[in-house]
């Protein structure tokens, strides 16, 4: 059955007040942010969403069902600078009202199925830690078993610090997914938000075949900060804005947020999820290529390849199925086709 | 409630501090150095070619043992031209995109890949932006998860974060003894968390940094032994145990058939990461099975492949026949 998402009415801040905009200095009603889509009304500078806003944003209403929402973080490290992580991360619950700081689930846009994960900055800074990690592998490997489009809309500062390298192999954890994506024909859009920096850029984030940026939101590798003092001098105008990356090449587009559901929703359409196609079993068919080798080996190993992938494979002749270096090699030309639609 | 660790007392943290400065020394021995110390045979490859060489990263193909392989390293100075040179081994966009070219190369020859970590982290200066670090990270840590050969890392100095971890992805990650493996540089955590730089000391004890740490995280697989005081001492010793170390890491993975190895490859990244699930400790992730992947590139019945043009867009009644696999 279904859940209603349980963050859709939490907002930002109290709805009778006034923010001042840090770009323009203008005070703006809070409620007329709102209705904006948290975009000054007077200079368009795009405010920080929060999970549910972003949701109700983009999706079909209704049509969010989070999943795997009971990860909690542990304390692998037993890390405590002034303060030890798991009162940080009880504070950042309380603020926030999440209990990570990504919600990964299944909706629609328009009609059309997706499987989206979003950041959320206000807890601990969007850092990803093994649950963020592990709750965008889970979105990614959902796409590749339901073949359904992946979003994800990220804010974070990086990985996080409180653990340690565990952390940082997130980076690997998020990413692997991706190849098996491309191998299945099923797209991955990627929305940068502000701000996106560190190990989520520096991981899948930089990686969706379409990659959308919100106006003016900083996007680097290296906090501004830190690129500044590591290297000891002014850093260039504009430097590590969306527009920069626009211009650099690393985005595709930047587009307001009151274009962003309609742009998600015609590039889904544009990047359709490839057909499937079960393909017959072919007879005596060999293919020696660099993927080929693959081939080869199923042959050579029959065994194991059955164990592994859960198939069988009949094992060749002279499968000898020794051999402490992959296929090949022999110097002996090889039965060679020229069949390989790759 | 989770159990809580004290904070690390003074000996912890200068233990932990003297194996970040035994990482750090200046006479460890660099990639470099080790290279004709293991191999029998090197050619160093230059340039990404799309922009230049990046002298903080090298690599090529090798000889172990008369067998091919293809080694790529980070490369620190071992005086002040040479870091100034060699940008004290922290890589640019362009380093690590050699480093994919070669990668590829391996993979298309079947070579394995020797990887040798030894980086304070990728330079987050200006020009490492406007070509695209974070991008550069990314596709080579994606590269390393799916090229389809035996991959060895070994960290033998400073694994400092991103740059380390694009390429240092592999089926066997070793550490020497007085390696260190973080996710930021204990000065970078101080300034952070500490709000003073000069609380490096604090920040790496917390970060469990050390490679025996690494090991009981199950981040690394195992350590290598240094000599003496360390590996600084004595060069050709600390290559005799590197290459030791890398015979049987190669021997061991080296006879696992490819799908077995990818599928181990992404077992072991999934399952790194600690949390709790509906309130009990994770459970092993069910991993989707490799079945599809491999049955793409195989042709496995039952198995959905990547379209051609002409299913994706079907041509009109009159239009050409698609033509089948012959
Ligand atoms: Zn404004």
Redesign the interface.
Known sequence: MPIKFPFSRRRSGPTDAWTKCPSCDQQVFNKQLERNLRVCPHCGHHFRMGIGERIELLLDEGTFVERDASLESGDPLGFADQKPYPDRIEAAKVKTGLREAAVWGTGAIDGQRVAIGLFDFRFMGGSMGSVVGEKIARCFEAALAERLPAIIVSASGGARMQEGTLSLLQLAKTTAPLARLDDAGVPFISILTDPTTGGVLASFASLGDAIIAEPRALIGFAGARVASGTVGEDLPEGFQSAEFLLERGFVDMITPRAELRSTLSRLLRLLPVAPVEAIEPEQGQHAWGPIGVLSGLAERVGGAVSETIGIKVEPDAGGSGNGDRPARSSGAPEPATTEDER | ???????PDHAAVDAAWRRVQLARHPQRPRTLDLIPRIFDDFIELHGDRGFRDDPAIVGGPALLEG?PLMVIGHQKGTDTESNIMRNFGSAHPEGFRKAQRLMRLA??L?L?VVTFLDTAG?F???A????????A???S??L???I???TVVVIVGE?G??GA?AIG?GDRVLALENAV????SPE??AA???RAPEAAP??AA????TAAD?LE?G?IDGIIDEPGEGAHTDHEAAARAIKRALLEA??TI??T????LL?N??AR??H????????A??AE?EL?????????????????????WS??WPSGEDGPESED??
């Open positions: 409630m989770t159990e809580l660790m004290a904070p067998r993979d298309k079947g394995p990728a987050p200066g200006p490492a932006e406007e070509r695209g670090q974070a991008e990270i990314a596709s840590i994606k390393m998860t799916g389809q050969v035996p694994g974060s991103g971890l992805v493996y973080s996710v930021i970078g955590c952070i968390l500490w604090m920040a917390a970060m469990r940094m690494q995280l981040v190669l021997t080296g006879a058939a490819t799908p077995e599928t490859r992404y990244l999934r790194i990461g600690t949390y709790t699930e509906d309130g400790p994770a992730p989707p099975s490799l079945r599809h992947r491999i049955g793409r590139i195989l042709r496995l019945p039952g198995v959905p492949r990547r379209p051609r299913e994706v696999e012959s």
